[in-house]
């Protein structure tokens, strides 16, 4: 099945059931941990292998990515994709919200601990639009390195959300002890974002929405994508998958029906300015008139992003739909005069000989 299908198949299931997740929301201990766990994994299941969740007494049902990366990439569409009549009642989240700048205590690893007692400091990498990160806390960094840096990385996350620990997080560092430009944990999120506006940068929400330019050294001869000079994409850790033969990425997206591929044309000894400007072109059209309007809930796929070789063009693409999509490009590629294939974001994968400029179909 298609993403598409098993999202709809989910919102089908919540809805047929949604007496009894209400009821296990606002009434939980007469259910048990174990039980609701069972029964929502139920609907879980029809999307995926292992998304974890977590329903909350408001009616909250959040889901939690916990490290599987390709999931901030499906959660958002799956969200955007429910039924209009649980607007009323439910709130749905694609990942772990953020404790709006509240203290809270964690026990991990025999130790407890206050986020307003964790001090942190933060600075700023232009280069790779990242803050980059120093903690210290005295019971925390009594730890050995591993469960130090674990327990801290999951506090973050339900300190700041999970999207922007994915999002804006670069490198972190433990500290030998309190430094001078320190502050409690529970300020961070809120100083991110006032660096963020500071800078006149948008704020994303959503991983397919921040784009990471990226240039590379051609080697010619070496195959698909081996040509690439420079490029943009929201998703790197596919693109480094690629690269080092890996399909980690691909295939966990895969495995819930969706498709990492990439549209592909050769541009022969057409200038390269040209050619860029015709793949921003296509880019743009590609999602306004095929894969449809971006967290509308109603897209079947995204564009991931897209680079330049010295032999070929590309377009990279997350397809909820696959099927759908290969149906309604035709007409797209027809009106430019390019041989298209799509290949699958694996170095070893049916390159797909999809529209050829003599008009000819596959």
């Given at each position: 099945m298609t993403f598409k299908e098993r999202a709809d198949l989910f919102w089908n299931w919540f809805?047929?059931?949604?007496?009894?997740?209400?009821d296990m929301a606002t009434h939980p201990r007469q259910y048990g941990s174990q039980r609701v766990?069972?029964?929502?994994?139920?609907?879980?299941?029809?999307?995926?292998?292992?998304?974890?969740?977590?329903?909350?007494?408001?009616?909250?049902?959040?889901?939690?990515?916990?490290?599987?990366?390709?999931?901030?990439?499906?959660?958002?569409?799956?969200?955007?994709?429910?039924?209009?009549?649980?607007?009323?009642?439910?709130?749905?989240?694609?990942?772990?919200?953020?404790?709006?700048?509240?203290?809270?205590?964690?026990?991990?690893?025999?130790?407890?601990v206050s986020t307003q007692d964790i001090q942190v400091s933060m600075g700023y990498d232009p280069?790779?639009?990242?803050?980059?990160?120093?903690?210290?806390?005295?019971?925390?960094?009594?730890?050995?390195?591993?469960?130090?840096?674990?327990?801290?990385?999951?506090?973050?996350?339900?300190?700041?959300?999970?999207?922007?620990?994915?999002?804006?997080?670069?490198?972190?560092?433990?500290?030998?002890?309190?430094?001078?430009?320190?502050?409690?944990?529970?300020?961070?999120?809120?100083?991110?974002?006032?660096?963020?506006?500071?800078?006149?940068?948008?704020?994303?929400?959503?991983?397919?929405?921040?784009?990471?330019?990226?240039?590379?050294?051609?080697?010619?001869?070496?195959?698909?994508?081996?040509?690439?000079?420079?490029?943009?994409?929201?998703?790197?850790?596919?693109?480094?998958?690629?690269?080092?033969?890996?399909?980690?990425?691909?295939?966990?997206?895969?495995?819930?029906?969706?498709?990492?591929?990439?549209?592909?044309?050769?541009?022969?000894?057409?200038?390269?300015?040209?050619?860029?400007?015709?793949?921003?072109?296509?880019?743009?059209?590609?999602?306004?008139?095929?894969?449809?309007?971006?967290?509308?809930?109603?897209?079947?796929?995204?564009?991931?992003?897209?680079?330049?070789?010295?032999?070929?063009?590309?377009?990279?693409?997350?397809?909820?739909?696959?099927?759908?999509?290969?149906?309604?490009?035709?007409?797209?590629?027809?009106?430019?005069?390019?041989?298209?294939?799509?290949?699958?974001?694996?170095?070893?994968?049916?390159?797909?000989?999809?529209?050829?400029?003599?008009?000819?179909?596959?």
């Amino acid at each position: 099945m298609t993403f598409k299908e098993r999202a709809d198949l989910f919102w089908n299931w919540f809805a047929a059931q949604e007496e009894t997740l209400s009821d296990m929301a606002t009434h939980p201990r007469q259910y048990g941990s174990q039980r609701v766990a069972d029964f929502v994994g139920e609907g879980i299941a029809l999307l995926a292998a292992d998304a974890p969740f977590n329903l909350g007494g408001d009616h909250e049902f959040t889901f939690a990515v916990e490290g599987q990366e390709h999931l901030f990439y499906l959660l958002p569409y799956l969200i955007n994709r429910r039924p209009a009549g649980l607007h009323h009642r439910w709130q749905f989240f694609p990942s772990l919200q953020s404790s709006h700048g509240r203290s809270f205590y964690f026990g991990m690893y025999g130790i407890r601990v206050s986020t307003q007692d964790i001090q942190v400091s933060m600075g700023y990498d232009p280069e790779a639009a990242v803050f980059n990160l120093r903690f210290y806390h005295p019971a925390l960094c009594s730890l050995e390195e591993e469960p130090c840096y674990n327990a801290f990385y999951i506090l973050m996350e339900l300190t700041i959300g999970e999207s922007l620990s994915y999002l804006y997080m670069g490198d972190v560092q433990q500290a030998a002890g309190p430094e001078a430009d320190m502050f409690p944990l529970t300020q961070l999120e809120g100083r991110m974002e006032e660096a963020i506006d500071a800078m006149g940068h948008p704020r994303f929400t959503r991983p397919d929405e921040r784009y990471t330019s990226y240039q590379l050294h051609p080697q010619p001869g070496g195959g698909l994508r081996q040509d690439v000079i420079a490029g943009v994409t929201c998703y790197t850790s596919l693109l480094n998958d690629y690269y080092a033969g890996r399909t980690g990425n691909a295939d966990a997206l895969a495995a819930c029906g969706a498709k990492a591929c990439f549209l592909f044309f050769h541009y022969g000894d057409e200038d390269r300015r040209d050619v860029l400007q015709v793949r921003y072109d296509l880019e743009d059209r590609l999602q306004r008139q095929v894969l449809g309007p971006r967290g509308s809930g109603e897209e079947i796929g995204v564009v991931l992003g897209g680079a330049l070789g010295e032999t070929y063009a590309y377009i990279d693409l997350l397809l909820y739909d696959a099927p759908a999509f290969l149906q309604q490009v035709q007409p797209l590629l027809a009106s430019l005069p390019y041989d298209f294939s799509l290949a699958d974001f694996d170095p070893e994968g049916e390159v797909t000989p999809l529209y050829a400029a003599d008009g000819r179909l596959n």
